[in-house]
């Protein structure tokens, strides 16, 4: 197996691993530490079945059915699709479902089809951007928390007409939300990385919705500097595992054509 980084801030190719193939616990284990190392990995799976994506996810730990994607049906309920033509191209920044209590630790992400071109995907270290905040800034987040939660990107999707006003409602009712602290501390690295995103963060906790409103804008902003981030120019075939706990990403909604993904993630617990 061979690990070759991608861009200063993060991403990692793996190359020499056969994900189709039984491997052991120490090449997932080195894996793992890649990925808590980098990020983002990408591996070449162009044999892997929606059954061994979900087998691997399982090998990391507890896998979910994602709040809202569709999924491939009975058996396979923890492999999500996103489907261009079904109108699911997520392209805001975001990390997955910090609207949840434990939103998952980490995605795997399959291209099945792909656009001739168009359709990257973008991803920001959110580490990296923290790293880079001024210490008055830093010392002014510590301690604050932020509410997340999923009626914003639902009542986008209704407004551009990819959502029907009853599942709008619905979202509105489901009334899930969290508070998270606007800096997380990595449960295995200890770093401390900005966990707030456009799509599912509302308001800073306490603040008056202005001074909220400012912060939040500036820190969105400030996320994806280019040197924080990532592109990447999918292959069919790919395997993306991106750690949910120290970045965002967003696809980059710029092409014609199909772009169907699946998707499996591993649910966040309190040790990880
Ligand atoms: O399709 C992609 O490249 C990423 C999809 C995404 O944003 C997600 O699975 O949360």
Known sequence: MQIRRLTPALGAEITGLDLSSDFDDETLNAVHEALVENQVLVI??????PEQHMALGRRIGEIEIHAFFPNLGPGLEQVSVLDSEEGNTASMWHTDE??????????LTHAKTLPDVGGD?????????????????KLYLEGLTALHDLSRTTELRYRFGGASPQHYADAIAQDR???HPVVRVHPETGAKGLFVNPTY?????????????AILAFLFQHSIKEHFTYRHHWREGDLLMWDNRSTMHR?????????LMYRVSVVGSAGR
């Open 251 to 259: 696809v980059l909604n710029d092409f014609p054509g199909r772009r």
């Open 121 to 137: 995907t973008m991803f920001a270290s959110t580490t990296a951007a923290y790293d880079a905040l001024s210490p008055n800034m």
């Open 98 to 107: 910090t609207f949840l209590p434990h939103p998952p630790m980490g995605t």
């Open 44 to 49: 070449p799976a162009p044999d892997l079945t």
């Open 201 to 213: 963060t509302r308001h800073i906790v306490g603040l008056p919705p202005d001074e909220s409103d």
């Open 177 to 179: 939300r969290t508070a």
